[in-house]
C-alpha cells in the first residue's frame, strides 16, 4: 500500500521568504504521478504542481517548484518570493499511473507573515 | 468555467439523524469523486464514479452511506443514520477523464457536517 507522509504540520515564514515543504512516499510502483496540493482557508483545494515520476526534471510552476529525488522516495515543495496569499494548508498526494485514486498526506499549514 | 458546485455549505445534526450532501461536478467531466477529510488529515477517497456507475466504494462506509449519481451529472452522498465520527468536511471532486494518466480533479468548497 502507498503511504504519504509530511513531517512538518505547522510553518511560518516571513512574507517574500523562500520555504520548502517535505514529503516523503512509499510505493513499490515504478510509475506513478505526485501533487501538491492547496487549501486556503474556507476555500477550495487546487493543484499547485504536478510531477511524473518517469520525468527526471523537476516541475516548476512559476514561483513554485520542486525537488523530486525519485530514489530517496522525496518530493518537496519549495515557493519562493512567498506572498501572504500562499497561506493554505498544503497536501503531498500520490497517484499510480492508471489509478485514479489519490492518496494524501496529513498536510502542513504554512502561515505567511506579513 | 463554472467550478464543482457542493450545498450545503455547513449542516449539523444530531447523532442518529441523517443527511445528504449534493455535488455537481464541473459541465463535461466525467469522473467524480467524494472524498472525507477528518480535521487534520488529508481528504479520503470514499467514492468514485465514471459517468453513473461506480468505480471505486471499497472505503466508503457501506452500511450507513450511499451514493447516487443519476444521469452521470449531479451526484448525492447520504449518511443514515451518523455517528459522532462522521463529523468531517466532505469535499467532492471531478476530473475530465478516468484512465489514470494523472488528470488535474477539481475539488468543490466542501461541506462542513458537525455530528452532535
Known amino acids: 500500500a502507498q503511504t504519504v507522509t509530511q513531517s512538518q504540520p505547522e510553518m511560518s515564514v516571513q512574507e517574500a521568504e523562500t520555504v520548502t515543504l517535505s514529503c516523503t512516499y512509499d510505493t513499490s510502483e515504478n510509475n506513478y504521478y505526485l501533487f501538491w496540493y492547496k487549501q486556503p482557508p474556507s476555500r477550495q483545494m487546487i493543484l499547485v504542481i504536478r510531477q511524473e515520476a518517469y520525468k527526471q526534471q523537476n516541475a516548476t510552476e512559476n514561483r513554485f517548484s520542486v525537488n523530486f529525488q525519485k530514489a530517496a522516495k522525496s518530493f518537496s515543495l519549495k515557493i519562493s518570493d512567498s506572498q501572504l496569499g500562499d497561506t493554505a494548508m498544503y497536501f503531498c498526494?500520490?497517484?499510480?499511473?492508471?489509478?485514479?485514486?489519490?492518496?494524501f498526506g496529513k498536510g502542513t499549514r504554512l502561515h505567511i507573515l506579513p | 468555467e463554472a467550478g464543482v458546485a457542493q450545498s450545503p455549505r455547513y449542516k449539523i445534526i444530531e447523532k442518529r439523524q441523517s443527511v445528504a450532501f449534493w455535488c455537481n461536478p464541473i459541465s463535461g467531466h466525467a469522473t467524480l469523486y467524494w472524498y472525507q477529510q477528518i480535521l487534520g488529515q488529508g481528504p479520503k477517497l470514499l467514492i468514485q464514479f465514471q459517468n453513473n456507475g461506480v468505480v471505486d466504494d471499497s472505503q466508503l462506509p457501506k452500511d450507513r452511506f450511499s451514493a447516487e449519481r443519476l444521469k452521470g451529472v449531479d451526484s448525492t452522498l447520504k449518511i443514515q443514520p451518523a455517528k459522532l465520527e462522521d463529523s468531517a468536511v466532505y469535499l467532492c471532486a471531478s476530473s475530465l477523464e478516468q484512465n489514470g494518466m494523472g488528470y488535474e480533479q477539481y475539488f468543490g468548497p466542501g461541506t462542513r457536517l458537525t455530528v452532535t
Open positions: 498526494a500520490f497517484m499510480k499511473l492508471r489509478d485514479d485514486k489519490i492518496i
